[in-house]
């Protein structure tokens, strides 16, 4: 992926990244007990780190590699300060996110270690207020961790309605399905067995034993000055281009089992430390060898992280180059990081920027194993990975053409110009940026960016397919290789729920429901399908998520339910 920025005038000061500043910040940190093994494999790093925050349009990052003996780098790259151009600080807290995850479990299969916990046993004989609606087998502490009890993850552990429940789409332990609500559960669950709430207990069980003593285990407003300045999209509710403009990001409160600690990179590499080692210390153990078997094992398939990788305990469990990788990324509201640990080689990294941009740095730790690990063999060292422009489509002529939209004389015409691809509006070249999905893009104009442009293949199953049609939120325009339906019906009655919604939670935040070729979408890409009174969110097969439309005033639904939280409709102008 390729971030950069057109120029100052067109995107005020924070829309200059590292290239529109004209520098590259690398500042190392001391690292006593590292040692002088990967000292050639630096360089390397450095340039392809250059490369990838250019690339990216990254602030800042730091970054930390540990293998079994010892913390072997610490160092940080960029701005900690756009604004002052600061340099980020080793010292600095970067909120880590999801990672947080692999410490509740941990701390979990302590208590088991201790005969507090069993981990078969149905969640509700532990947390009997816990208010689930299944028709299924009871839900296990064991579901809870490897996120495959087929509850939704988007609402709250306490729902607004004491009488409503969380809704089982499926049996436990048959999909995974990502879900924040029930590791807030977890974390729950674990003050209830311990005593102490879950920061207090992350700090004595965790913290102090693996000596991250710099890191805190609850982000309040009484730790902000130590926070890493931190950056989000300036306007958050649309799909975000990596030419994006960024503002600094509010603070925020968590001290939730979802996401509630910020660490140093050095603390964390003490914890990458651990992990290589399979949950030994310098003395003694964080936890059993059975229990660290628990938790690294390939409990359930999880291709939300990749094709074949699957979930442990808090941690996803891969495969990099035939060896297993333990490995957790995590997204803030201004953070977003990555963790990676080869438990055969026994090396590892963290990395985490101080912007959300919709990417993870795992590219970065990625490189740095490989590295890492040519150096212990004494191989040759692995060639950089390419830069990515985000502006580059090696197959922009699949998409180029006349598309009409049906019924309408409206037309949308799509121009290819060598790898590069553009969408026509006024008369004028807007040009089109990848995103993560396959088919879909991003167009930084005011009239074009509240939704994707996405391109469906004649073929839905083969992606090599003919381009057929594209859409754009509840836009729909046919090419000439498109031969299915001009027409499509639906209830009159969903004409109400189409309009945006929004909370100020950030972590619901906004989006828009359109009527996309006879189906209810979220932001013209997630279809919506009717189940009794709600609708699911089918995206993937296996969504645990639900939304149930509410209040109809004057024709148009004013508040809708996502999972349990709620969200209001804005009023267009």
């Not at 064991?142 to 729902?159: C, E, K, N």
């Not at 140093?264 to 003694?284: F, K």
């Not at 199953?461 to 049609?469: C, D, I, W």
Request: net charge negative.
């Amino acid at each position: 992926m390729t971030m950069t920025r057109r120029d100052l005038l067109q995107a005020g000061a924070l829309g200059a990244s590292l290239v529109g500043m004209g520098v590259f910040r690398v500042t190392e940190a001391a690292t006593p007990g590292g040692s002088d093994r990967y000292a050639e494999a630096w360089p390397a790093l450095d340039r392809f780190v250059e490369q990838y925050m250019r690339d990216m349009n990254s602030p800042g990052m730091t970054l930390v590699l540990s293998d079994r003996d010892a913390v072997q780098r610490v160092v940080t790259y960029g701005f900690g300060d756009l604004e002052a151009q600061r340099k980020v600080r080793a010292d600095e807290l970067f909120e880590i996110g999801s990672i947080t995850k692999s410490f509740v479990a941990l701390a979990l299969v302590q208590l088991a270690d201790e005969g507090k916990l069993e981990f078969d046993r149905p969640v509700r004989d532990y947390l009997p207020w816990l208010r689930v609606n299944s028709a299924y087998a009871p839900i296990t502490v064991h579901h809870l961790l490897t996120h495959s009890s087929g509850l939704p993850g988007a609402g709250d552990v306490f729902q607004a309605d004491p009488e409503d429940s969380h809704l089982a789409a499926y049996a436990p332990g048959e999909h995974f399905h990502y879900s924040n609500a029930m590791y807030d559960v977890l974390g729950i669950l674990a003050w209830v067995l311990d005593g102490r709430e879950l920061p207090e207990l992350l700090r004595e069980r965790l913290f102090r034993p693996l000596g991250m003593l710099k890191s805190e285990p609850a982000i309040t407003m009484d730790i902000r000055d130590r926070l890493v300045k931190n950056y989000a999209p300036f306007q958050s509710d649309r799909p975000y281009p990596r030419r994006g403009r960024l503002c600094e990001a509010p603070a925020i409160i968590s001290s939730s089992g979802a996401g509630c600690i910020a660490a140093t990179a050095a603390d964390m590499g003490a914890y990458v430390r651990m992990i290589a080692n399979h949950g030994a210390l310098p003395v003694g153990r964080l936890v059993s060898e059975a229990g660290f078997k628990r938790f690294s094992t390939p409990h359930v398939l999880a291709e939300d992280f990749g094709p074949g990788a699957h979930y442990g305990y808090g941690i996803a469990v891969d495969t990099l180059d035939g060896h297993r990788l333990l490995r957790h990324t995590g997204g803030m509201v201004s953070f977003m990081s990555a963790l990676q640990v080869d438990i055969d080689e026994g090396v590892g990294g963290f990395a985490s920027v101080n912007a959300q941009q919709g990417y993870r740095p795992n590219p970065v730790v990625r490189y740095a194993i490989e590295l890492m690990r040519a150096r212990r063999r004494g191989a040759a060292l692995p060639a950089m990975p390419e830069a990515d422009d985000p502006l580059r489509v090696e197959n922009a002529d699949e998409y180029a053409g006349i598309y009409a939209m049906p019924g309408s004389s409206r037309v949308l015409e799509v121009v290819a110009d060598g790898e590069k691809l553009f969408v026509v509006h006024e008369g004028a070249r807007v040009p089109l940026e990848r995103l993560a999905d396959a088919d879909r893009f991003a167009a930084r104009h005011p009239a074009l960016d509240r939704f994707a442009f996405s391109f469906g293949r004649k073929d839905p199953e083969a992606p090599g397919s003919a381009v057929a049609e594209v859409t754009h939120g509840g836009d729909w325009y046919r090419g000439t290789a498109y031969s299915g339906p001009a027409k499509f019906d639906y209830p009159e009655s969903w004409d109400a729920y189409v309009g945006h919604y929004h909370n100020e939670n950030p972590w619901v935040w906004s989006f828009r429901v359109v009527v996309l070729k006879g189906r209810l979408m979220l932001d013209g890409t997630i279809p919506l399908e009717a189940d009794g009174d709600l609708f699911r969110l089918r995206d993937s097969p296996f969504n645990a998520e639900w939304i149930r439309f509410g209040e109809i005033v004057n024709g148009k639904c004013l508040r809708i339910r996502l999972s349990g939280s709620y969200l209001w409709r804005v009023a267009a102008p």
